[in-house]
T-cell receptor
Framework: AQSVAQPEDQVNVAEGNPLTVKCTYS??????LFWYVQYPNRGLQFLLK??????LVKGSYGFEAEFNKSQTSFHLKKPSALVSDSALYFC????????????FGQGTELSVKP | GAVVSQHPSRVICKSGTSVKIECRSL??????MFWYRQFPKQSLMLMAT?????????EQGVEKDKFLINHASLTLSTLTVTSAHPEDSSFYIC??????????????FGPGTRLTVL
């Protein structure tokens, strides 16, 4: 079965510093990987996805993610964090064997302090 | 990008009553819609998947008679929580996906509905 893991429940970063939110995956076959962000009491917003091609994927709001097949990772990164980036971040993998439904990680709460 | 709306955004009801939540895709046709449940600061739990015009597929452990899902058109799906109890209080989020390239496309999420059962 496909799965993703986000090893950190919370990440704290100072504004202006680079941020990384970690995600590792376990899939059979080619992985279809996604990052979403959720602000309080809101639904999820799509940030970026990896389907095929370049390992470095650029997404919304200055975020990017690096697909690393050997390490089975898909870490989310941003060169310079903003206080407004504080939110809950979810990594997800599409499970092709189960009709394409998204399997979410447990989420990582990012806190960016001024 | 594609927009998904939910109505209501917040509902408070008495125990034993039924509550209907609507999910609409505003600018695209959603052949598949998903309903999720989320507890505070936790991940999304998929409840069911519905394809337009057919019965919903429920995840293991989700009571289909309690959580009625209807996907009557390509732009509307409804979730009805029947005989709601306090333990049904949660944040319910719908999501929609188009047919084209469905394996590669992202899902679009609604803003969520906060249900509180007294």
């Amino acid at each position: 079965a496909q799965s993703v893991a986000q090893p950190e429940d919370q990440v704290n970063v100072a504004e202006g510093n680079p941020l990384t939110v970690k995600c590792t995956y376990s899939v059979s076959g080619n992985p279809y990987l996604f990052w979403y962000v959720q602000y309080p009491n809101r639904g999820l917003q799509f940030l970026l996805k990896y389907i095929t091609g370049d390992n470095l994927v650029k997404g919304s709001y200055g975020f990017e993610a690096e697909f690393n097949k050997s390490q089975t990772s898909f870490h989310l990164k941003k060169p310079s964090a903003l206080v407004s980036d504080s939110a809950l971040y979810f990594c997800a993998v599409r499970d092709i064997s189960q009709g394409g439904k998204l399997i979410f990680g447990q989420g990582t709460e990012l806190s960016v302090k001024p | 990008g594609a927009v998904v709306s939910q109505h209501p955004s917040r509902v408070i009801c008495k125990s034993g009553t039924s509550v209907k939540i609507e999910c609409r895709s505003l600018d695209f046709q959603a052949t598949t819609m998903f309903w999720y449940r989320q507890f505070p600061k936790q991940s999304l739990m998929l409840m069911a998947t519905s394809n337009e015009g057919s019965k919903a597929t429920y995840e293991q452990g989700v009571e289909k008679d309690k959580f009625l899902i209807n996907h009557a058109s390509l732009t509307l799906s409804t979730l009805t929580v029947t005989s709601a109890h306090p333990e049904d209080s949660s944040f319910y989020i719908c999501s929609a996906r188009t047919l084209a390239g469905q394996m590669y496309n992202e899902q679009f999420f609604g803003p969520g509905t906060r249900l509180t059962v007294l």
